[in-house]
């Protein structure tokens, strides 16, 4: 029922996972990457993850059918690079997350529900080339991010309505000069830290990037000028 180690299915051609049914844990990382599944109803009974879930570049998968029963990811959740995968709703039960959140390069890609169950998030939340994302709604419970933002790329996102970002973290909230991607005041209950520096850029403008280092040099050069 368990395995140890990790489960890596690196251009697999068979059709479905039918035989992974039983699988309840993985101790390290689950990987599905570059094969022609189309949904992943063979992991049904898989409960956790202890490494990273990465998936990645699967021309074919259009959902997440068949994690419906992952509660617990003790790494990173990278989805990238499927370009018919849809919606992520299959994963309403995850509700602890270790690692990062990447959701990068999905060209179908609508909106984040399926992502309700999580309440923190301990490291990176990263949104970026994803064409057709419209919606934040799915981060409405995340009233906690360990680390940093990064939402990039995502021509049809107008606002940031779902996440929530507070008003005051403790570093600068960058949206460079974006006119399409506005802030969302929270309400009480909604997040309530980000540790680090939030950058949100890349609407319809094309704006050009603002990344973390240039904040951290700009920080060091006003310190020497003091100095």
Known sequence: RNITGSLVLDRAEMADLDGLDCMEAIGGNLEVVDSALQDLHGLAGLRSVGGNLLIQGNTQLQGLAGLGNLHEIEGDLRIVHNPVLSEITSLRQLESLSGDLELSNNDALLDLYGLQGL?????????????????????????????????????????????????????????????????????????????????????????????????????????????
Not at 133 to 149: H, K, M, P, Q, T
Not at 181 to 194: D, F, L, M, N
Not at 201 to 211: A, I, K, L, N, P
């Open 119 to 227: 309440s923190a998030l301990s490291q990176d939340l990263i949104l970026r080339f994803n064409p057709l994302l419209r919606s934040l709604e799915g981060l409405d419970n995340i009233a906690y991010i360990g680390s940093s933002v990064f939402i990039m790329e995502n021509p049809q996102l107008l606002s940031l309505d779902g996440l929530c970002l507070p008003e005051h973290s403790d570093q600068p909230f960058d949206q460079g000069r974006s006119t399409q991607i506005r802030k969302h005041h929270p309400a009480e209950g909604h997040i309530r830290r980000v540790t680090d520096l939030v950058a949100v850029q890349g609407s319809q403008d094309g704006q050009q990037q603002h990344r973390r280092d240039h904040h951290q040099q700009a920080w060091q050069q006003l310190q020497d000028d003091g100095a």
